[in-house]
């Protein structure tokens, strides 16, 4: 009888135990790997609907990016993958804060750590990452919510099958290769010395898009007729008051070569690959074409109010031009 009751308090215990484990907080590495932990860990800092769902995915795309394998990792794998990053002296201090914020349970982590964390993931996750398809954007270009609530960047898949075949078969996965590579190919495009360009011209986390976009302008290059006539339009854009073109320019600081890091309909190619057109032929005389830029927007936009809205927050945002 003692035995009996000896095993039924055991059992009891382990359930007890059991079921303190599933309902107790988990650390932010468990919250992480899970689409729905996400999207509550959000909602109870006041994160919710389309900005959520869109956080969420950046999550997953990163995750997935950082995985060996073509799936989320387990909270053990992302544990190993993050701490064996290694990199610049300013991406390791970003990894060693994101090491310490995975360990922390979720339950106990201000909004502000977990949109620091969140930031981390998906800055690391475009730099180290080993999926290829997948492109950095910033957030406060894609979304005002985002950005209203500390989210600096975007992790996009892109489905524009030149991209993909560039971003997963052409581009170097490490940081250094990818600078290397983006250096040959500026010069043998003759667009400019990129060892001389500073991070406040191209951050480092902007650096995959800059390498899909010189990857593109390659006569041999899988892009398409449309993309390569915006590629151009991009590239008289550029161009110094002799026509020489400087795609990295402190005198033209543009970044219209980023309008790559997001997916396009050929229409929509087309109407920028005008309106580009248009503002070479404004610009020509200009060594910056800022001016030229917002000149035509303007005129395009009329007397609509919500047109010119558009043009003053796309101006205040510092999008294509800073």
Not at 74 to 87: D, M, V
Not at 146 to 152: A, E, P, Q, R
Not at 260 to 288: H, I, N, Y
Request: proline content about 3%; aromatic content about 6%; overall charge positive.
């Amino acid at each position: 009888m003692k035995l009996r009751a000896s095993k039924l308090w055991f059992s009891l215990l382990l359930l007890v135990s059991f079921s303190a484990l599933a309902s107790g907080p988990g650390k932010l590495a468990d919250i992480l790997i899970s689409e729905s932990g996400v999207m509550e860990l959000l909602a109870k800092r006041g994160i919710e609907g389309i900005p959520a769902q869109k956080v969420s995915s950046y999550v997953k795309n990163s995750l997935i990016s950082l995985s060996f394998a073509d799936r989320v990792p387990t909270k053990r794998e992302l544990i190993e993958i993050i701490g064996g990053l290694g990199g610049s002296e300013s991406d390791m201090a970003m990894r060693k804060q994101l090491q310490v914020l995975l360990e922390k349970p979720a339950d106990k982590m201000s909004k502000e750590d977990v949109v620091t964390s969140i930031n981390h993931l998906i800055y690391l996750a475009n730099r180290y990452g080993t999926r290829g398809s997948t492109v950095l954007a910033c957030a406060e270009c894609v979304s005002d919510a985002l950005k209203k609530n500390g989210f600096k960047f975007t992790l996009e898949v892109l489905e524009d099958k030149a991209s993909k075949q560039i971003l997963n078969d052409v581009l170097p996965r490490k940081p250094k290769d990818l600078q290397n590579y983006i250096s040959a190919r500026m010069r043998s495009l003759d667009l400019g010395d990129y060892s001389r360009v500073s991070k406040d011209v191209v951050a480092p986390e902007e650096e995959r898009a800059l390498g899909l976009f010189v990857a593109l302008a390659d006569k041999n290059s899988p892009a398409s007729k449309i993309q390569r006539d915006f590629i151009d339009s991009i590239l008289e854009v550029s161009k110094d008051s002799s026509g020489k073109v400087k795609l990295l320019s402190e005198d033209n600081p543009h970044k219209l070569w980023k309008l790559f890091d997001k997916d396009m309909d050929p229409e929509l190619m087309k109407e920028w690959t005008d309106l580009l057109r248009e503002v070479s032929e404004e610009g020509k005389d200009q060594a910056s074409k800022k001016d030229a830029f917002f000149s035509v927007l303007q005129k395009r936009a009329g007397d609509d109010p919500v047109k010119l809205e558009q043009v003053n927050m796309l101006k205040s945002k510092g999008c294509y031009f800073r």
